[in-house]
Nanobody, 118 residues
Framework: QVQLVESGGGLVQPGGSLRLSCTASGFTFSIYDMNWYRQAPGKERELVASITITGNTNYADSVKGRFTISRDNAKNTVYLRMDSLKPEDTAVYFC????????????WGQGTQVTVSS
């Protein structure tokens, strides 16, 4: 029932910008924290940014000062604005949320590819 659908990925030059979107359905979006993860080929999935229900944010050190996570509860959407992109930002970016419905359940979108290259 829970669905997360990412969009906005693409090819961008180093130093460029991109804005990712994740639209959620199947749950009450406004009462859950949301996260962005990314995974490069051959590497483990890593947490990039998170935002709480109150709007508090956290970022991986590698993206601090360059990425901004935000949410629009009226649209059931979480965003990731990526500025000053570097080749090492190349990865599939995933939207994520964790719900406790008895047990803890993790929900993932299908991912959107971001490629930073000249």
């Amino acid at each position: 029932q829970v669905q997360l659908v990412e969009s906005g990925g693409g090819l961008v030059q180093p130093g460029g910008s991109l804005r990712l979107s994740c639209t959620a359905s199947g749950f009450t979006f406004s009462i859950y924290d949301m996260n962005w993860y990314r995974q490069a080929p051959g590497k483990e999935r890593e947490l990039v940014a998170s935002i709480t229900i109150t709007g508090n944010t956290n970022y991986a050190d590698s993206v601090k000062g360059r990425f901004t996570i935000s949410r629009d509860n009226a649209k059931n959407t979480v965003y990731l604005r990526m500025d000053s992109l570097k080749p090492e930002d190349t990865a599939v970016y995933f939207c994520h949320t964790q719900h406790r419905v008895g047990a803890f359940n993790n929900y993932w979108g299908q991912g959107t590819q971001v490629t930073v290259s000249s």
